[in-house]
């Protein structure tokens, strides 16, 4: 009998394995997206430039793998703003070109799952907000798997619908310069 009970606990976390695996497929079908991981944060130097938050020793921090789906014609991100240039909050050189770039470029970072390994590196895409629409250009990846440590530029990872650009992208947009932070937009492939 403790044979059979045995057996059937087995198969009952078998089945909730497999239950768990499967609702972590359909979520990203549907362009939804779990933390694959958390991160331990650990406070060093912050470079608090465009008001970038920093790491804060004991708190966890979600790692993303994911993004949500891009969604052909607009997908709805969250836009931050950062330095790319060296010493800039935004940590190391950029990953497509390993150059640091200025504040008056039009350039962006996108989160790891629209990053896509590198596969949108040097190609342009549309940003849509406040009723206008640029064009810019990736050469980074916005970590959302990595974080709190100087490459990063001590910042924890970015969440996962992060499109981060220069100052020359927030302003193209119409973006007050007291607006630093985060703001809704809109994304697409040119």
């Known amino acids: 009998m ?12 078998l089945a909730l394995l497999n239950l768990s695996s499967a609702a972590a497929r359909y979520s990203r079908m549907l362009g939804q997206c779990s933390p694959a991981a958390y991160l331990q944060g650990e ?21 993303y793998s994911c993004s949500p ?15 790319f240039a060296g010493g800039g909050d935004g940590g190391g050189p950029s990953e497509c070109d390993q150059k640091y770039h200025g504040d008056d470029e039009m350039v962006v970072a996108l989160s790891t799952g629209w990053y896509e390994g590198g596969s ?9 907000a406040n009723g206008r629409s640029v064009l810019a250009r990736v050469v980074d990846e916005c970590d959302s798997m990595n974080g709190c440590d100087s490459l990063h530029g001590f910042q924890p990872p970015c ?9 020359a992208v927030w302003e193209a947009l119409g973006m007050n310069g007291d607006d630093v932070g985060k703001y809704a937009i809109t994304w697409s492939d040119a």
């Open 2 to 13: 403790a044979l059979r009970s045995r057996d059937a606990v087995f198969l009952l976390l």
């Open 43 to 63: 406070p060093h130097g912050c470079n608090t430039e465009h008001e970038s938050k920093c790491c804060m020793s004991g708190r966890s921090y979600p790692r």
């Open 69 to 83: 789906a891009v969604t052909g014609h607009q997908t709805t991100a969250t836009m931050t703003v950062n330095s």
């Open 120 to 128: 949108r590196c040097s190609k342009n895409i549309r940003i849509e």
């Open 159 to 167: 969440a996962n619908d992060v499109v981060d650009v220069l100052p």
